[in-house]
């Protein structure tokens, strides 16, 4: 049975159970997002998606910028632009308002619910890992790095993140293995996971 290692510290472990994952990270395409929450609205006779902005993200904002817009309980988003911004703040809500238009006629409703991604800046090619390898101690990044049959802890710095992953700034370098998912509370109990 494999123990619990300190941040610097090295160990040898038998076979990891089945539930544990090891890959190489890569460089992946990413870039940063903001999300909105709000509903479809009708305008000028066709369909808006009227959303709302945390009211620090809004001066990320640009007419014109896409959007992934996911409608009601869709999975597959619908393609938006952004039309128009609203950067006041709402004294209640601490939110600002932007619409976005579909970039192609779809079958949404006025009312429904919709959640959206607003891209802020160009895909940008990053050293990525899942963001379920990350461990948190004491406000620094750290990820189990496999080196033959050794696994050690590795503070790392981290960038933008997408859903899934997020950028390796350094500390790992492309083909590294690491440790994904399953071993990270098995292996090193005294860490935190950044996926929760």
């Known amino acids: 049975m494999p123990l619990a290692c300190s941040k610097k510290s090295a160990f ?7 539930g544990i994952s090891i890959q190489p990270i890569a460089i992946a395409e ?10 479809v609205i009708n305008k000028n006779g066709g369909k808006e998606l009227e959303v709302n902005i945390e009211a620090g993200d809004t001066k990320s904002l640009r007419i014109g910028q896409e ?13 938006a632009r952004v039309d128009h911004i609203l950067r006041a703040v709402s004294s209640e809500t601490g939110q600002s308002l932007a619409w976005l238009v579909p970039l192609k006629k779809s079958r949404i409703s006025s009312g429904q619910f919709v ?20 461990l948190i ?6 990820i189990v790095v496999k080196v033959g049959s050794d696994y050690r802890v590795q503070k790392v710095t981290t ?8 950028e390796i700034s350094s500390g790992l370098k492309p083909g590294d293995q690491i440790l994904t998912e399953g071993g990270i509370f098995f292996l090193y109990h005294n860490f935190k996971s950044a996926d929760n």
């Not at 817009?69 to 619908?78: H, Y």
């Not at 101690?137 to 750290?142: A, E, I, Q």
């Not at 960038?159 to 997020?166: A, L, T, Y």
């Open 12 to 18: 040898k472990t038998g076979a990891l159970s089945n």
């Open 30 to 39: 990413m870039r940063t997002k903001i999300p909105a929450y709000g509903i």
């Open 67 to 79: 959007a992934k817009a996911f409608i009601g309980s869709g999975k597959k988003p619908l393609d």
């Open 115 to 134: 959640r959206a991604w607003i891209y802020t800046s160009p895909r940008k090619k990053v050293l990525a890992a899942p963001k379920s390898s990350i």
């Open 137 to 142: 101690r004491d406000g620094s990044r750290f």
């Open 159 to 166: 960038g933008i993140s997408s859903d899934k992953k997020i």
